[in-house]
């Protein structure tokens, strides 16, 4: 799958304290970015990718489960577009409440009075009454370039319209009031929900689905990229190994066999973690069973054999089995052993997986919908 090699040149980094949220701005980025992967799904959606990479501003959806690659897929279009001298910049609309988001995407006008607890950043101060100076937009921040909007669909419906008119290139004001400017960004939005879907409950603007969607990518799951869990566990094994200067002791083949069984629902971020996780308790040693997280190297049990009827050596077709779990059981019971595992810590558990937390609460909502919920599963922790 993927990797960011080398750290950006130049990175502007503006923090807000208040909730804990850092946005990363790549003004030039010489960083060298591998993509891994040679199963028939990934190769194809590869070669989708260099086709959409010519267009320079047309808007662009990204559609994959968390943990696919979306954001890498996105800056690699940004790399090989007319826009690669520009900048890119990278945004969730999950991450942030309502009002916060609108500062961030559209900025805010000089004197307006936006939330306590913003800190002082990249030269943004306050006066003693909480006004502000004027704050550009991440939008405009992304001039000549491109912005990535990650989770377009948890976009508050009071802000679409805004969107949609930055896409038809209306001119764009702060909050708050300020010069009115046409902004030249090409945006990438991606997606793990069904934005039709949306659309059809009116939870999402028909109008804006219609502009993002035109131009699509749609990302494979790991567990439908035949061959890439092993690729992606060598490479990744291999970066831990030159980056602790250690020796790469390979991977048993029983744990690769256990790692090519296991569904992956935080595909390739939740591969990632296992990897370097393994890699740190085998200490150069070759990953075994007793290296991987429990739900993982272990095996499943041997089921009995069926009783035995006819005479000694008849040969008779066994039923199929009964209560087999299937995939969306393994990943159920996946998920809620990590949670356990982690205490109940949504941000632990979300972390471990290698999946967003609104996507893990969705998930837990789903598993526990039935189950006592002392433990108040899904607070903000």
């Not at 996105?74 to 577009?81: D, K, M, N």
């Amino acid at each position: 799958m993927e990797e960011c090699a080398a750290p950006s040149r130049r990175t502007e980094h503006l923090r807000w304290l208040g909730g804990g949220m850092t946005r990363v701005l790549w003004l030039e980025d010489d960083s060298e970015v591998r993509v891994v992967g040679a199963s028939e799904r990934w190769v194809r959606a590869m070669e989708r990718l260099r086709e959409l990479s010519g267009h320079e501003r047309a808007p662009l959806l990204i559609a994959g489960e968390p943990g696919t690659g979306k954001e890498l897929c996105a800056r690699l279009l940004h790399a090989a577009s007319p826009r690669a001298g520009g900048p890119f910049v990278a945004v969730s609309a999950a991450r942030l409440p309502a009002e916060r988001l609108r500062e961030e995407l559209f900025g805010v006008g000089a004197g307006l009075a936006v939330g306590a607890g913003l800190a002082v950043g990249a030269g943004l101060g306050a006066g003693a009454d909480g006004r502000h100076a004027a704050r550009p937009g991440l939008v405009e921040l992304a001039q000549g370039g491109t912005l990535f909007l990650d989770e377009i669909g948890a976009l508050p419906l009071e802000l679409q319209p805004r969107l949609l008119g930055v896409l038809d290139g209306e001119p764009l004001c702060r909050s708050g009031g300020g010069e009115a400017l046409v902004a030249d960004v090409r945006i990438i939005a991606a997606t793990s929900r069904d934005l039709a879907a949306r659309v059809l409950d009116r939870s999402f603007d028909e109008g804006l689905h219609g502009r993002v969607s035109a131009l699509g990518l749609a990302l494979p799951p790991l567990r439908e990229r035949d061959g890439d869990v092993r690729r992606l566990a060598e490479h990744f094994l291999e970066r831990q190994s030159v980056a602790a200067g250690l020796p790469n002791g390979g991977i048993s083949p029983r744990a690769l066999a256990q790692l090519e069984a296991y569904p992956w629902p935080g595909n390739v971020g939740e591969l990632r973690s296992v990897v370097e996780r393994a890699f740190l308790l085998a200490h150069g040693a070759p990953l075994d069973l007793e290296h991987l997280p429990p739900e993982i190297g272990a095996p499943p049990p041997r089921r009995a054999a069926p009783p035995r009827s006819g005479p000694p050596g008849a040969l008779r077709p066994s039923p199929p089995a009964r209560g087999s779990a299937s995939l969306g059981e393994a990943v159920r019971r996946h998920i809620l052993a990590v949670y356990a595992a982690q205490g109940g810590n949504v941000t632990r558990t979300a972390s471990a997986l290698g999946i967003t937390r609104v996507s893990l609460r969705r998930h837990l909502r789903q598993y526990l919908a039935t189950g006592a919920r002392d433990k108040e599963p899904l607070s903000s922790r």
